[in-house]
């Protein structure tokens, strides 16, 4: 895996993680 590849999935488990907050 990439190193940018890596920060994405960093970043979109943040969100998933505020979504699930949310939800």
Known sequence: ???RQEQLWEGVQ???AQL???S
């Open 1 to 3: 895996i990439s190193q």
């Open 14 to 16: 943040k969100i998933l």
């Open 20 to 22: 699930s907050k949310l």
